[in-house]
């Protein structure tokens, strides 16, 4: 079994659109979750502390136990946590990436982008 790790907002609206999305275009059957509301924000200030350390063991834990490989970082509209606009959230995107790359430079990311229909789209990073 091949696993994956998705770091995301709690917002239940997006969970299957994720998921579904993961599995169609990239084959993992199997997704560690670690959800934060406005994720991408919070990564993005690394604030509050408590939080990126609990984020950072969870994806040690992703890594050590299943073999993940794999990390996507997404944001979406209409966030209750992270209520700016879709190019604010994109910047935070880009800039949980950038930190993620230096806490666990052995993955690869993939910045997500889940809009109001509800659509993911993969973004260019």
């Given at each position: ?10 917002d ?76 604010p ?37």
């Amino acid at each position: 079994m091949a696993f994956c790790t998705s770091l995301h907002c709690m917002d239940g609206r997006i969970q299957a659109p994720l998921l579904q999305y993961i599995a169609r275009c990239f084959g993992y059957a199997w997704v560690d979750s670690i959800t934060i509301p406005g994720a991408n924000k919070v990564l993005a200030d690394q604030d509050p502390a408590p939080t990126i350390t609990s984020i950072l063991e969870r994806i040690a834990i992703s890594r050590s136990k299943h073999g993940s490989s794999l990390l996507f970082v997404s944001g979406h509209a209409d966030c209750a946590a992270n209520p700016v606009a879709k190019e604010p959230q994109l910047e935070h995107i880009k800039a949980a990436i950038t930190f993620l790359d230096r806490e666990v430079p052995e993955m690869t990311k993939i910045g997500l982008w889940i809009d109001d229909n509800w659509t993911v789209h993969r973004l260019s990073l």
